[in-house]
């Protein structure tokens, strides 16, 4: 029995870029199914007492991962522009996306989001960035950035990135089969390999 | 033109094992030259402010490296078992390492002083144990101990734990060719390969 794969991700993070982009394509290859959890990693680096990305808080590793990032997009054949701002405040963008998923359309939503951030360098924080990005897809932006705002949407993100830190989640992006924890868009092979094979406990 | 591949690496480092017990196959089924540079990433760390790992440190990320390595090495093929103390003084061990390195012997002592730590567990911080390594490799633990404990060596340790920060390591194992630099046992064929073509520059 297949099992079924989620997919931690937060929009302000670069190695989560590749991995939406890639997701799809790879699990439906393998013919497992996928589940969006837009999450906040930032509560979760408050805990470890980080209130910034290891990347600006760590100089050696931010200059590798810039670095990393821009070899796993080529490799990968997707276009990287290092962002003039990070990380980006990502909450409305997480918002968003958790409308999108109750509608189905949070797949296309979260690569839209990702090319704007990763690619077009455009501040993902603004509401005229992401309402135009609805409008693209053919949805309304202002029903959609209205339900974002309400207390039912703002709760569910908090239970969500609360869902992560109980499943262990510390970075992103990751991916749970059932109990079992990948981390890294280097592991989504072997996280849709996971799922392929029922290994769901 | 293949360059050749450094290969950084830390005793005490888990992810550091796979990498240090595949590296030679990997480098040589592509014709590439290895260079065996243990350091200590202590003293990196501390830089950081952490005087632990932070495997230690961060209990969420501690968890996750002890499920993941587990995965890694039976991908691999490779036994493992989580040491009963971690991590490990791994001191001695560079200082002999530097040792077998100027005798061409660095790879099979990392590999037996890996397997002592990982599979064994055994305290490599033991010059009972790192001797009994020696000797099984027909060499001779009183010349090597003593060498190791020579200022000589000694300098060249530290020269080589700066030489990796000042290359930007912050991890390991790394792998430098040229001036790029790649982290994680999962970059070694992307490493490789890089050498392989020749991408020193």
Known sequence: MVA????WYEFASTYSYPAALRLEQ???????????????????LARQGWNDSPFNLFPAKGSYMWRDIERVCAREGLPFRRPSAFPRNSLLA??????????NWCGEFSRAVYRANFVAD???????????IIDELGRS????????????IKDRLRAQTDEAMARGVFG????TVGNELFWGNDRLEQAVEWAKEGRAA
Request: aromatic share 6%; proline share 8%.
């Open 4 to 7: 079924t794969l989620a997919f």
């Open 26 to 44: 790879v699990a439906a290859a393998a013919g497992v199914e996928i589940e969006w959890h837009p999450f906040l990693l930032g509560p979760i």
């Open 94 to 103: 997480a918002r968003a996306a958790l409308v999108a998923a109750e509608e």
């Open 122 to 132: 455009r501040d993902i924080a603004d509401p005229k960035v992401i309402g135009a």
């Open 141 to 152: 932006s202002a029903a959609v950035l209205a339900r974002a705002a309400t207390p039912a």
């Open 172 to 175: 992103a992006p990751s991916f």
